[in-house]
């Protein structure tokens, strides 16, 4: 078993003590002193930007969020990742409670603090981390506290994350499958970076204590049973999941077995690395007709297959600062001059796959430029865009069953869907 923690503390900006709780005895508040001290040292030295201090047999973790650092401290051999994970669960738990997590927010609920701090962690062991559980039976309602005098049953039974008891009309689970496509192309339009991150998001109103079994088109899994690929496989890399999927049956035959929380979480997240091609590709031309007027050209291309449609593009172009008078047309949808950041945003409701759309615009410049000015820094196009029913990835729910001990019929509802995410072209 991994060491416990000796201590934990809530501090301000400044360093100083807003909530500590003792866990084991063998640490004093003045260690809070003690660390704050090796922080400053560590700000002064650039190559040092890690997470943990060590000093005088004491190590400690500490994250920061607002104007609040958050500390553990320990004198044993701890699993720093573990922590570091736990103190985030925290800002998490303490957000649910308080809205926002700040030095003030944290002065007017001590009493619900201290509460929160017994029951996420016992004598230096992380405990429960799950907002929804905890709000179960430490109430608070405008800096009041009530607590029920036994716990529910998610706090003492393996299941943590969902409690007994619960009950609706109608069962149902709704799964979607979201993608987030990452580009990066270079001046010379080639493709210097590109991923994808997707997760699967739940939400689960299943009455009783469900097993849900969740099939996809994993390579592995369909190799080690024996059926074809045929291509329709994919290899899934980077693969995270929500605590209540079982690993070890993952491990084992790749199946995605779990109890859900009720209500919205995260089921999985996973990258994968492969070369994408752009789904929609812009092209543009700046011409300057004159010293005083400059003219864009711009081609948006749809490089995916015609039966998909791609909603709510918007592609952000950047313009010179100076610009003035802007004069645009467009082949489809609308655009608009936002002076404030010094582009011009396109946007278009629908864009079906194999389209090309053509947008011109001239703008007007100053006659009288500084012959020393500096060269103006060039930003990239960004573009924004959801294209529902479809996954670049190409992963696929193959089944998704709710079993539960009375034998209900539930409704599972499965959704895909690919957004733009970090998308930019540095092609001006």
Request: with cysteine; hydrophobic share 40%; net charge negative.
């Amino acid at each position: 078993m991994a060491g416990a923690v000796s201590a934990l503390f809530l501090l301000d900006i400044k360093g100083r003590v807003l909530v500590w709780r003792d866990y084991r005895g063998d640490v004093s508040a003045t260690q809070a002193e003690r660390f704050f001290t090796k922080l400053i040292e560590k700000e002064g030295d650039p190559q040092s930007q890690d997470p943990v201090v060590y000093d005088n047999g004491v190590t400690y973790l500490f994250i920061q969020h607002s104007n609040v650092y958050l500390m553990t401290a320990s004198r044993q051999n701890c699993n720093a990742a573990s922590l570091l994970f736990f103190l985030h669960r925290v800002v998490d738990v303490f957000k649910h409670y308080f809205e926002e997590l700040e030095e003030e927010s944290l002065r007017d609920n001590f009493v619900v603090v201290y509460e929160l701090l017994d029951e996420m962690m016992d004598f230096g062991y992380p405990q429960y981390t799950e907002a929804t559980i905890l709000s179960e039976f430490i109430k608070t309602d405008a800096y009041r506290m009530e607590v029920t005098q036994r716990p529910p049953m998610a706090v003492t039974n393996a299941v943590s994350w969902r409690s007994e008891g619960i009950q609706y009309k109608k069962n149902e689970v709704f799964l979607d499958v979201v993608e987030n496509i990452n580009i990066l192309v270079n001046s010379n339009g080639q493709i210097i970076r590109s991923d994808v991150v997707g997760a699967l998001k739940m939400r689960t109103y299943l009455s009783g204590m469900p097993e849900c079994k969740l099939g996809l088109n994993d390579r592995i899994l369909l190799e080690a049973q024996g059926r074809a690929t045929k291509g329709k496989a994919i290899d899934l890399d980077d693969i995270k999941f929500h605590q209540c999927v079982r690993l070890a049956r993952f491990e084992n035959d790749r199946t995605i077995s779990f109890i859900p929380p009720d209500g919205s979480f995260d089921l999985m997240s996973y990258r994968l690395n492969a070369q994408v091609k752009p789904l929609i590709w812009v092209e543009a031309q700046v011409e300057r007709h004159s010293r005083s007027r400059v003219e864009i050209l711009v081609k948006a291309r749809s490089q995916f297959k015609e039966r998909s449609t791609a909603t709510n593009v918007e592609i952000e172009l950047p313009v010179s600062s100076d610009a003035s008078n802007p004069n645009i047309r467009t082949s489809m949808g609308s655009a608009s001059y936002a002076p404030e950041e010094d582009a011009l945003i396109w946007k278009i409701k629908s864009f079906p796959g194999g389209k090309e759309y053509l947008l011109r615009a001239e703008f007007t410049l100053p006659s009288i430029t500084a012959e020393e000015a500096a060269p103006e820094r060039k930003a990239p196009i960004r573009v924004k865009f959801e294209i529902p029913y479809f996954t670049v990835s190409g992963i696929q729910v193959r089944y998704l069953k709710i079993i539960e001990k009375s034998g209900y019929h539930a409704l599972p509802w499965v959704r895909y869907i690919t957004m733009a995410g970090e998308y930019e072209l540095r092609l001006i």
